[in-house]
């Protein structure tokens, strides 16, 4: 676990880096486009000089491409998530995945399906100051997740650590658990790039922890829909690769810090 | 931007190697095995010591390995006051032959009685890395039949059931008497 976490800790690093080197590179450009014309001109002028920056706002909605193909290569796995997120500020976005798998688990000793839907729900900080009218975004967000399925036991073998009597054979007689449920929290972190128009390609991984599990009578949930892979402890990780649409709705006027400090002084 | 992507990569595909790390650990309690313990017919509370007992599983080639150090002929030979011997997960019932003095060159002296242990099972999940392990309940009516293969007389004198539920291999779970 110590390797993740430093992982994610070296992941923070470099986001921090260079946020703050994009962060000083546009405050530098704005003084120095500044300065010159306070010395000569009137602050009135100044704030005519610095052109209309407009943010958009509106939905984004896309699919998983990773869950999306993995049906075609791996005979174990069908599923599909769709993403969707919406602009609530400047920085602050609300996002939302909601999404079906169908994973069969081939574990040494047991072979167990697992079916069910899981809907996501939270929302993305971006942390990416953009250029003009750039529109990228590297995310860190928290989501809440909630899973309904169902578990089947398909074959188990029987673990004896004395071989005398033989190999023993597989079983099959094993049972379908359903109505489970199982929900989780996740730290999200990914980018998503507009690659032209309004279409945005990303992708991101998510850190979760499992917060409640209703594990079925005489089995365990070895696999939960959203969650992905269950491990000893109560942790978790996911990996998606999005494509999606920005579906514009309204713009808002971006404020530049520097251009409002200026003002009140006239 | 990208040196963002490259860590945002090597981060997942280090997730990924850490899949398939989950061994069954040996200290697991798993499929257990049939623990009897000897006493001494005079004075039941003792514990006694076989002498060179092989136990053979019926239509097995082989004895079972008590002694894992041993030579071809004494790896199947204890002189301990118990045993532990696997029963068989997918049948209701296990049939050993225990030879006493097996091992004699004078054949005369080896005594063979054989057990036939009535049981029902349960496979009981475990863990993803175990998979399911078996229990035993001996049967109430009928624990095991005992008969004497050959004419060389009885040597077990009583056998009692000391617990019928054969789930951990800490406990004796049937007394021999001889």
């Given at each position: ?8 800790c ?30 000569v ?66 574990d ?24 003009l ?13 909630f899973s ?9 073998k ?41 279409v ?6 998510q ?33 998606n ?13 971006v ?9 009140p002084?006239? | ?85 696997p ?14 003095n ?27 890395a175990c ?34 539920n ?13």
């Amino acid at each position: 676990m110590s390797k993740y976490i430093f992982s994610i800790c070296l992941l923070f690093t470099v986001f921090l880096i260079q946020a703050q080197e994009i962060a000083t590179d546009t405050v530098k450009k704005e003084i120095r486009k500044t300065k010159p014309k306070t010395t000569v001109q009137t602050a009135e002028t100044i704030t005519d000089s610095v052109p209309v920056k407009k943010d958009r706002y509106g939905l984004r909605v896309g699919v998983d491409l990773y869950k999306l193909t993995r049906g075609f290569y791996d005979k174990d796995y069908k599923g599909i998530e769709f993403v969707g997120d919406f602009r609530l500020t400047k920085k602050y976005y609300i996002a939302a995945e909601l999404g079906i798998e169908d994973k069969t688990t081939d574990d040494d000793r047991l072979n167990s399906t697992a079916t069910g839907t899981y809907i996501k729900g939270g929302f993305d900080y971006n942390m990416y100051n953009n250029w003009l009218d750039m529109e990228n975004l590297i995310t860190v967000g928290l989501r809440g997740g909630f899973s309904t399925f169902s578990q089947e036991l398909n074959s188990y073998k029987i673990y004896n650590p004395d071989q005398y009597w033989g190999e023993i054979p597989v079983n099959t007689d094993g049972a379908k658990y359903t109505g489970l449920t199982a929900a989780w929290a996740e730290v999200a972190v990914g980018m998503k790039a507009k690659v032209f128009n309004n279409v945005f390609v990303g992708f991101g991984v998510q850190l979760k922890l499992l917060l409640a599990n209703k594990d079925p009578d005489g089995f365990e949930n070895l696999y939960i829909p959203g969650f992905n892979r269950t491990y000893d402890g109560s942790f978790g990780v996911g990996f998606n690769y999005t494509v999606s649409y920005f579906i514009p709705l309204y713009k808002k006027q971006v404020i530049i810090p520097e251009a409002e400090k200026k003002a009140p002084k006239k | 931007m990208k040196k963002t992507l490259y860590f945002l990569l090597v981060f997942t595909f280090g997730l990924s190697s850490c899949e398939k790390d989950d061994i069954c650990d040996a200290n697991t309690a798993t499929t257990p095995r049939l623990i009897i313990s000897f006493y001494d017919i005079k004075t039941p509370s003792v514990k006694q010591n076989v002498t060179r007992l092989k136990v053979v599983g019926k239509d097995q080639p082989e004895g079972i390995i008590f002694n894992e150090g041993g030579t071809d002929v004494t790896k199947y030979l204890t002189s301990g006051d118990s045993i532990a011997i696997p029963l068989k997960t997918n049948e209701d019932s296990t049939t050993f032959s225990f030879i006493l003095n097996s091992d004699n060159p004078n054949p005369q002296l080896a005594n063979t009685d054989e057990i036939t242990f009535n049981y029902s099972r349960q496979n009981v999940y475990v863990s993803r890395a175990c998979g399911f392990k078996t229990i035993y309940k001996l049967n109430t009516q009928i624990p095991f039949v005992k008969t004497d293969s050959g004419t060389d007389g009885i040597w077990m004198q009583d056998v009692r059931v000391n617990n019928p539920n054969i789930e951990f291999e800490n406990e004796t779970h049937v007394k021999i008497y001889f």
